[in-house]
């Protein structure tokens, strides 16, 4: 049986930006997601996910947030290589993802509140079913 060894989160970017004079002072923030699913080595695999709020010509908000969050898997127990290569991306793009988006969501209110605006808070979404998602070399 395939076992998870050990896992690391890691905040890969995070970067708030105010925009001056955009009037108004309600806003309808439509998050940019995107997910990316790689191998490191044959026993080590991440998960990427990473969301833009802001900057939309059509649509301007005072700010932008870029945000980026990683989980890395290790796992062990290798049995049938292909077989095993097929439960990882399984497991990657389903438990995977669902474990990492809230902390996704933390960073981004957390840079919201420190930059001393209203929260933002992403809303609560199945992170698997995104359109943009890329699996790279598995």
Do not use: W
Not at 73 to 97: A, P
Not at 108 to 125: C, F, N, Q, R
């Amino acid at each position: 049986m395939l076992n998870v060894n050990d896992y690391r989160f890691v905040v890969r970017n995070l970067s708030y930006e105010e925009i001056e004079h955009v009037e108004g002072n309600k806003f309808l923030l439509e998050p940019i997601y995107k997910s990316e699913i790689g191998k490191i080595d044959e026993t080590h695999y991440y998960i990427e996910v990473e969301v833009k709020i802001g900057n939309a010509k059509d649509k301007p908000v005072p700010f932008i947030i870029d945000a980026k969050v990683r989980v890395e898997y290790r796992f062990s127990n290798f049995t049938d290589i292909k077989k095993d290569k097929t439960t990882i991306v399984e497991f990657l793009q389903s438990k995977g993802l669902l474990t990492l988006f809230p902390y996704l969501r933390s960073v981004v209110t957390g840079i919201s509140t420190t930059a001393m605006i209203s929260p933002v808070y992403l809303p609560l979404i199945d992170i698997r079913n995104i359109s943009n998602k890329t699996i790279i070399c598995i």
